[in-house]
Nanobody
Framework: QVQLVESGGGLVQAGGSLRLSCAASGRTSSVYGMGWFRQAPGKEREFVAAISGSGTITNYADSVKGRFTVSRANARNTVYLQMNSLKPEDTAVYYC???????????????????WGQGTQVTVSS
């Protein structure tokens, strides 16, 4: 099993920045790709960003390209989401997810991830 714990959420004004962290523990050797998803009130959970095991491949939702950056520190089993130029529409609960090697599915598909964190709230005020 793999446990994921997110941190770094909070309240920020529009135009501000936050950095989310996701720490993995347990059988981290079974973790390959990591992703971030978010869910706003009354909406479905949606893909935000993802990063490969080596950190060399990243993917972003169109809505966050140029503003968000995903990175990872494998030695610490941690993945980060740097969020800049935040907008009120970025308000959501942000979830970290992990997938194992060999699991099929596009990076933006929730079903491709086997492990999920509990989420951290991000609120952007206008």
């Amino acid at each position: 099993q793999v446990q994921l714990v997110e941190s770094g959420g909070g309240l920020v004004q529009a135009g501000g920045s936050l950095r989310l962290s996701c720490a993995a523990s347990g059988r981290t050797s079974s973790v390959y790709g990591m992703g971030w998803f978010r869910q706003a009130p009354g909406k479905e959970r949606e893909f935000v960003a993802a990063i490969s095991g080596s950190g060399t491949i990243t993917n972003y939702a169109d809505s966050v390209k140029g503003r968000f950056t995903v990175s990872r520190a494998n030695a610490r089993n941690t993945v980060y989401l740097q969020m800049n130029s935040l907008k009120p529409e970025d308000t959501a609960v942000y979830y970290c997810a992990a997938r194992s090697p060999g699991i099929s599915g596009a990076w933006y598909v929730m079903g491709a991830y086997q492990y999920w964190g509990q989420g951290t709230q991000v609120t952007v005020s206008s």
